[in-house]
């Protein structure tokens, strides 16, 4: 191993501005379901139809499997963190009788367990054929049988599908697929899991599909429910045979064969329902209700003190409010009658799509718990309410917790405990909600868009992540990761010669810069609608001069001075992002940018002039993911990497982009791409990271290793190799960043 050092220069790294809260008045309605960075997944992650078949990328993982050889059987991976911060996770359940022990879902990080209410966890998935959880649900009557519902319902465009449920007989700690989406056509995104507490073999789960007005049967969402404890399934069809989705689903807990659910077919039946036959029958409960199309994505509770008290907390589905709040309503009478309880309170309240939950104290009918990105508590019923946490608020503060609220959970063996699941990992409250504390440590969950490693000293790396900044450590531990930029991390780079020289970015081509222990913002002085037009925005810097580097939105800009001016260099490329960019260390004078619409352009004269598109009929039209070249292969050879299925997914050019060759060959899975490295002191050896894995070829492409071994299955978004450890490091979009030595 070559020796490691922290250059002279290198000062302690400050943090720059954390993620911010719109004031009071300021909160602008989002007129789609999805978050702003939905248009960034279409592009780079996201399958090109709305949900692909569920089984493709599984297919695509075992053909691998069994086609590739292994690249070495010494190949194993080490966690590198972050084990400290978290990410999004989604659901949560309790042991009946023991409040400590739980087990939680992470969107893409699989089941995780703790048995000291979340002070130290444990991975109970790795090489499931899924990570994405969207629901999880335990049998109150035999603690040990865990249900859980895969593929994320949370409604936005990077809430990946599953492949079913899977049930666990002992507390977790084996699984089985007990129902498969493509056997029995339940829902590939599963929101809630609902046990009948009067009979465990009776179950229903609720979910979403690929859209809501799909005409495709394996596209729809709805309700499911089994009679022989999740043997066989039959859709429900009283809201409709075509596609809707069921967002929630709560069995009254004294009144056998009684259950509620809310609903969503964009029309007069949505809203909530209630059945007392045991789902045979279905009645519309609307009496003090807005209009059934009003509602959206809606959330329930019903005490337990008192059952006939029932609370809605629903989205307002109109157009022009979108994503605001309807109103939190509630029922004294077993929802017969309904009345608004919110008044103004919610009206800054927003992304009720994406996070929406509620819960009552299972002693006190009139204390209850909701929100959306942050959450909310009244101990009167509903008379008034209290913003009890703030996301933007300092970490370790009583009234923080992390944003977007995806389940609460009371358990009722330990009043006034909640446990938040949210973007965050876990906050819990010991005290009915009104002080909090994080109990994330141990959770490897975070979701990476990026990373880098300081070529310098391989102790300092860091990426940018989903809802949780731009995260980097400077030594080497997976328990010492911390924030340096808020909101969601966008791409950072270490200068090579300078582990303190960094820049880090976040939505919207906010650029910082830290040297010297100095941080400052250096993003470009583009208008605000080209700044609004691209979500991430590729950073690169010149390998021969630090003062140059290059970024994107539609066009092209670089600065000759770290930052202090900027200049567009190139006109509008094909109308959208930039997604990749690459200056040749053989010659710095070539650029070569790649676009989410699969174009590639070159410039031969460091920025100056720009060719047209080079892309040709040879590569797919689907988003440029990642381009790398090496000087030893000389300026004009390039590989690169392009997302989406259907398609070869690696290209490479050796006359500058004039033409290209597939060297992907089938051989690799049929899934998106999102890195491509060359090794530079052997150019033939060649790594690839997908939704399937890492790849490796060590003759240039002609053939490829598989060398995944012990990575969980989940998506590797980024690839860095530091020559001098000899070590490749990947970036996960939901189980935190990996690293393996190399040969």
Same mark, same amino acid.
Request: with cysteine; net charge neutral; charged share 20%.
């Given at each position: 191993?070559?020796?490691?050092?922290?250059?002279?220069?290198?000062?302690?790294?400050?943090?720059?501005?954390?993620?911010?809260?719109? &004031?009071?008045?300021?909160?602008?309605?989002?007129?789609?379901?999805?978050? %702003?960075?939905?248009?960034?997944?279409?592009?780079?992650s996201a399958w090109p139809v709305r949900e692909a078949p569920v089984d493709v990328l599984v297919r695509e993982r075992d053909r691998v499997k069994k086609t590739l050889a292994a690249a070495a059987k010494r190949v194993q991976?080490? *966690?590198?963190?972050?084990?400290?911060?978290?990410?999004?996770? %989604?659901?949560?359940?309790?042991?009946?009788?023991?409040?400590?022990?739980?087990?939680?879902? &992470?969107?893409?990080?699989?089941?995780?367990?703790?048995?000291?209410?979340?002070?130290?966890?444990?991975?109970?998935?790795?090489?499931?054929?899924?990570?994405?959880?969207?629901?999880? @649900?335990?049998?109150?009557?035999?603690?040990?049988?865990?249900?859980?519902?895969?593929?994320?319902?949370?409604?936005?465009?990077?809430?990946?599908?599953?492949?079913?449920?899977?049930?666990?007989?002992?507390?977790?700690?084996?699984?089985?697929?007990?129902?498969?989406?493509?056997?029995?056509?339940?829902?590939?995104?599963?929101?809630?899991?609902?046990? !009948?507490?009067?009979?465990?073999?009776?179950?229903?789960?609720?979910?979403?599909?690929?859209?809501?007005?799909?005409?495709?049967?394996?596209?729809?969402?709805?309700?499911?429910?089994?009679?022989?404890?999740?043997?066989?399934?039959?859709?429900?069809?009283?809201?409709?045979?075509?596609?809707?989705?069921?967002?929630?689903?709560?069995?009254?807990?004294?009144?056998?064969?009684?259950?509620?659910?809310? *609903?969503?077919?964009?029309?007069?039946?949505?809203?909530?329902?209630?059945?007392?036959?045991?789902?045979?029958?279905?009645?519309?409960?609307?009496?003090?209700?807005?209009?059934?199309?009003?509602?959206?994505?809606?959330?329930?509770?019903?005490?337990?003190?008192?059952?006939?008290?029932?609370?809605?907390?629903?989205?307002?589905?109109?157009?022009?409010?979108?994503?605001?709040?309807?109103?939190?309503?509630?029922?004294?009478?077993?929802?017969? %009658?309904?009345?608004?309880?919110?008044?103004?309170?919610?009206?800054?309240?927003?992304?009720?799509?994406?996070?929406?939950?509620?819960?009552?104290?299972?002693?006190? =009918?009139?204390?209850?718990?909701?929100?959306?990105?942050?959450?909310?508590?009244?101990?009167?019923?509903?008379?008034?309410?209290?913003?009890?946490?703030?996301?933007? =608020?300092?970490?370790?503060?009583?009234?923080?917790?992390?944003?977007?609220?995806?389940?609460?959970?009371?358990?009722?063996?330990?009043?006034?405990?909640?446990?938040?699941?949210?973007?965050?990992?876990?906050?819990?409250?010991? /005290?009915?909600?009104?002080?909090?504390?994080?109990?994330?440590?141990?959770? @490897?969950?975070?979701?990476?868009?990026?990373?880098?490693?300081?070529?310098?000293?391989?102790?300092?790396?860091?990426?940018?992540?989903? /809802?949780?900044?731009?995260?980097?450590?400077?030594?080497?531990?997976?328990?010492?990761?911390?924030?340096?930029?808020?909101?969601?991390?966008?791409?950072?780079?270490?200068?090579?010669?300078?582990?303190?020289?960094?820049?880090?970015?976040?939505?919207?081509?906010?650029?910082?810069?830290?040297?010297?222990?100095?941080?400052? !913002?250096?993003?470009?002085? @583009?208008?605000?609608?080209?700044?609004?037009?691209?979500?991430?925005?590729?950073?690169?810097?010149?390998?021969?001069?630090?003062? %140059?580097?290059? #970024?994107?939105?539609?066009?092209?800009?670089?600065?000759?001075?770290?930052?202090?001016?900027?200049?567009?260099?190139?006109?509008?490329?094909?109308?959208?992002?930039?997604?990749?960019?690459?200056?040749?260390?053989?010659?710095?004078?070539?650029?070569?940018?790649?676009?989410?619409?699969?174009?590639?352009?070159?410039?031969?004269?460091?920025?100056?002039?720009?060719?047209?598109?080079?892309?040709?009929?040879?590569?797919?039209?689907?988003?440029?993911?990642?381009?790398?070249?090496?000087?030893?292969?000389?300026?004009?050879?390039?590989?690169?990497?392009?997302?989406?299925?259907?398609?070869?997914?690696?290209?490479?050019?050796?006359?500058?982009?004039?033409?290209?060759?597939?060297?992907?060959?089938?051989?690799?899975?049929?899934?998106?791409?999102?890195?491509?490295?060359?090794?530079?002191? @052997?150019?033939?050896?060649?790594?690839?990271?997908?939704?399937?894995?890492?790849?490796?070829?060590?003759?240039?492409?002609?053939?490829?290793?598989?060398? #995944?071994?012990?990575?969980?299955?989940?998506?590797?978004? !980024?690839?860095?190799?530091?020559?001098?450890?000899?070590?490749?490091?990947?970036? #996960?979009?939901?189980?935190?960043?990996?690293?393996?030595?190399?040969?």
């Open positions: 191993m070559a020796p490691r050092f922290r250059p002279k220069n290198s000062k302690p790294l400050k943090p720059g501005p954390r993620k911010k809260d719109l &004031a009071p008045g300021r909160r602008k309605p989002r007129l789609s379901r999805h978050k %702003t960075r939905s248009t960034w997944f279409q592009g780079n991976w080490e *966690c590198v963190g972050p084990t400290n911060i978290g990410g999004r996770m %989604t659901s949560i359940v309790c042991h009946p009788e023991k409040p400590d022990c739980i087990w939680a879902g &992470a969107a893409a990080g699989g089941v995780w367990q703790s048995k000291d209410a979340g002070r130290t966890w444990r991975a109970l998935w790795s090489d499931h054929d899924t990570l994405n959880i969207g629901s999880l @649900a335990i049998d109150p009557k035999n603690p040990a049988v865990i249900y859980c519902g895969t593929g994320e319902a949370n409604l936005s465009i990077d809430s990946y599908a599953g492949v079913g449920i899977y049930r666990t007989d002992n507390g977790g700690e084996t699984w089985k697929l007990l129902a498969s989406s493509s056997e029995t056509g339940v829902p590939t995104r599963i929101g809630v899991i609902a046990i !009948d507490p009067f009979d465990s073999k009776h179950l229903r789960i609720g979910g979403i599909g690929a859209n809501e007005s799909s005409p495709r049967p394996e596209d729809f969402g709805g309700m499911f429910v089994s009679h022989d404890g999740g043997v066989s399934w039959q859709r429900e069809t009283f809201i409709s045979k075509s596609n809707y989705w069921c967002h929630a689903i709560v069995f009254h807990p004294t009144k056998r064969d009684t259950l509620f659910a809310t *609903c969503t077919e964009q029309g007069a039946k949505s809203g909530i329902w209630r059945s007392d036959n045991r789902g045979e029958n279905w009645s519309q409960l609307t009496k003090g209700l807005p209009d059934p199309e009003s509602f959206g994505r809606t959330s329930l509770a019903i005490s337990s003190a008192n059952p006939e008290v029932i609370f809605a907390f629903a989205e307002d589905a109109h157009s022009s409010r979108s994503d605001l709040l309807l109103g939190v309503f509630r029922s004294d009478n077993g929802g017969k %009658t309904w009345k608004q309880i919110g008044g103004k309170h919610f009206a800054q309240e927003g992304q009720i799509s994406y996070g929406n939950t509620i819960a009552i104290h299972p002693k006190n =009918a009139d204390h209850v718990l909701c929100g959306g990105v942050d959450l909310h508590l009244t101990t009167n019923g509903g008379k008034t309410w209290t913003k009890v946490t703030r996301g933007e =608020a300092k970490p370790g503060k009583s009234n923080y917790a992390h944003s977007d609220h995806h389940h609460l959970l009371m358990p009722p063996a330990a009043p006034g405990r909640v446990y938040d699941p949210n973007d965050g990992g876990l906050d819990v409250s010991e /005290d009915g909600g009104v002080t909090w504390s994080n109990r994330s440590k141990g959770l @490897a969950i975070t979701m990476y868009y990026d990373m880098d490693v300081a070529q310098s000293d391989g102790r300092h790396f860091g990426g940018g992540a989903q /809802d949780n900044g731009t995260l980097v450590t400077t030594d080497d531990r997976s328990d010492t990761h911390f924030e340096i930029l808020g909101g969601d991390g966008g791409w950072m780079i270490y200068d090579p010669a300078d582990a303190g020289h960094i820049y880090a970015s976040y939505y919207h081509m906010n650029i910082w810069r830290w040297c010297n222990g100095r941080r400052g !913002d250096v993003s470009p002085p @583009a208008s605000q609608k080209e700044k609004n037009s691209v979500w991430m925005v590729y950073v690169a810097m010149d390998p021969h001069n630090r003062k %140059t580097v290059f #970024t994107g939105s539609k066009r092209v800009w670089r600065t000759k001075n770290e930052g202090k001016n900027w200049t567009a260099v190139s006109p509008v490329l094909d109308d959208s992002p930039v997604s990749a960019i690459e200056i040749a260390p053989a010659d710095s004078d070539r650029i070569y940018v790649g676009t989410e619409n699969g174009g590639v352009f070159r410039s031969l004269d460091g920025g100056r002039t720009w060719s047209a598109n080079l892309s040709g009929a040879t590569l797919p039209g689907h988003a440029i993911t990642r381009i790398d070249s090496t000087a030893k292969l000389g300026e004009d050879c390039i590989l690169l990497t392009v997302a989406n299925f259907g398609h070869p997914h690696v290209f490479r050019s050796q006359d500058a982009g004039k033409t290209w060759e597939d060297i992907d060959n089938g051989q690799l899975p049929d899934v998106p791409h999102h890195a491509v490295v060359i090794r530079p002191d @052997a150019p033939e050896t060649i790594y690839v990271g997908n939704d399937a894995g890492v790849f490796l070829s060590p003759d240039s492409g002609r053939t490829w290793m598989n060398m #995944t071994a012990n990575l969980p299955n989940v998506m590797v978004v !980024d690839l860095v190799l530091h020559e001098k450890d000899a070590t490749l490091s990947a970036a #996960t979009y939901g189980r935190s960043l990996w690293r393996t030595r190399i040969d």
